[in-house]
Structures are given as C-alpha cells and as structure tokens.
C-alpha cells in the first residue's frame, strides 16, 4: 500500500514511492536457475509446464516461491496479503468500516475471475447501496488486489461503461479462495486471469460474441482469446472479418500451431510459453 497522503505531505522532499510486485513467471523461471533457448521453447515444454501450474497457486510471492506445503501458501496469501489489506491498509488509508463487504467482494472476483460488475444488481444481491459498491470497487483496485477490464465497443472508438468485468490481480488469490483450483473448469478462468494480467489488458470485446482481450498498440489491434481446453477459432474469425484484422493469438493449453484462413493468420501458443515469445507478437 502506498502512504497515507498525509504522511506524504509530511515528508515531502524526503521519501520516494517503489512498486514492488511479485515475479513474473518468466523471473519465477529465472528465480529456478532454468535457462531457456526462446527460438527453441517447444522443447522445453515438459520441464517448464508442470513450473508454470506452481507459479499460478504461488504468484511469484518471493516469501512462499519455494514453498511445497499448499496450507501454507493459502494461510500467508490469506493473512499477509487479503486480510491485511482488508483489515488495516484500506481501513488506515480510507477511514473504510465495512470490511465484510470489502472481504465479499474480493472473494467473489478471485472465485469467478471476469466477473461481469453489474453494481445494479451487487446493490440488490448484498443489500448494500450502489454508491458504496462502486467506491469499494474502487479501493480494491486502488489496493492493487484487482484489475477492471472494459468493454470496447463502437469500432473501438468508445469504450462502455456497462459490462466491464473484474479480474484479481494475482492468481494465488484464486489459489487461496478455490478448494477445486486445479479442476478443468476453475483452470480455464485461471488461464485468462493470467493472461489478462500478463498482457496487462485494459479492454475485452462483447458484443454477439466474445473475445478475451483487445489490446491496442498505436493504431495496431490485437485479439488475443484464452482456450484451455477445446480449441474453437468461430469468434476470432468473426472479429478478424468484422474489424477487417489480419492477425490473432489464441493462448492454449499446450497447442503450438498456425493457422491460415482467408488471408487471416491465428497463432496457436501455450500459455505457459506465451510470456517468452510475446514481444515477437506484440508490436
């Protein structure tokens, strides 16, 4: 948590803010002594697959990095991380006194990663009143605890300000929060957590269909859909004819492949090794 802004005035001139975050999977690699040929990843995928599924229930947290114990890994993420921000941080900064909505909310987002916020109806489901629900949306993102990703519509010339979804910004959070994590289910919500996070998203696509994550650099688009499981290309297609795009990436389970369709290129990478080849991507 950054210090209390009266702290900061107090002090001015002599204190400097540093964001610290955990590691990166490509740092947890590094933290491993593991070294990588890039140009060869695929054939490193039997001995940095199994890593990548370590590094979801740990988040690269340097405290735990090595830890095999899970009870430990969800009681130092539970009373290190979530409480203590609950309970003292966000209280501290913002004068906060409804912790258990703070503490819902949070739960609710690590439990069902892009979850769709619709304050309409968290005001009626938690008896709670909307203003609230969005300030407190608000500090928890303030906090660092989550991401809101937003909703790009009108040929990418707006982006609406319904439907926007909530991701946490650690997937140890989820770890901590989901007794079935590993379940092919839960697994899949966790991938695109990692992805939206790892390409730091700020925008999705919903309209008749969906796609993961729009990312935007310049006037160049990329679509970028997360399958865990079954692969199906229909809405990138889709998004590729609507915005007259060439290219996509579809992050799998442990599919590299290329496919051409009409001219339209759709990259097949596994998402464990996406964080080594996405700068040949991203441009």
């Known amino acids: 948590m950054q210090i209390s802004k009266k702290a900061k005035e107090s002090l001015a001139g002599r204190i400097f803010d540093f964001l610290l975050t955990p590691l990166t999977f490509k740092e947890f690699i590094e933290w ?11 054939l490193f995928q039997r001995e940095i697959s199994p890593l990548f599924y370590d590094y979801l229930r740990t988040g690269g947290f340097i405290e ?6 899970d009870d430990k890994i969800k009681n130092y993420i539970k009373n290190d991380v979530i409480e203590r921000i609950i309970y003292k941080d966000l209280p501290e ?13 949070i739960e609710m987002i690590a439990r069902e990663p892009g979850f769709i916020i619709n304050y309409d109806a968290l005001s ?33 010339l707006v982006s609406s300000r319904k439907l926007k979804k909530a991701y946490v910004t650690n997937t140890a959070l ?22 939206v996070m790892e390409t730091d998203a700020k925008n999705y696509y919903r309209n008749k269909y969906e796609v993961d994550i ?30 007259k795009l060439r290219k996509a990436i579809i992050l799998t389970k442990d599919l590299f492949d290329k496919r ?24």
């Open 64 to 69: 735990i990095i090595d830890e095999e114990d």
């Open 214 to 243: 729009i990312l935007k650099k310049g006037k160049n688009i990329l679509p970028v859909e997360v399958k865990y499981g079954k692969v199906e290309i229909d809405s990138m297609l889709k998004f590729l004819s609507e915005f």
């Open 174 to 195: 989820s770890f901590t929060l989901i007794e079935n994590f590993y379940s092919d289910k839960v697994l899949e919500k966790i991938a695109e957590n990692f992805a």
């Open 124 to 156: 009626r489901d938690l008896h709670k009143n909307k203003r609230t629900i969005i300030e407190y949306f608000f500090y928890l993102e303030y906090a660092m605890l989550i991401k809101i990703v937003a909703n790009y519509r009108g040929g990418f």
């Open 93 to 105: 900064e913002f004068g906060i006194k409804d912790y258990e909505l703070l503490k819902t909310l």
């Open 260 to 283: 051409v369709i009409d001219k339209k290129r759709i990259f097949l990478i596994p998402l464990w090794a996406f964080p080594f080849l996405k700068e040949d991507y991203i441009r």
């Open 32 to 42: 491993k002594d593991i070294k990588i040929d890039e140009k060869k990843i695929e």
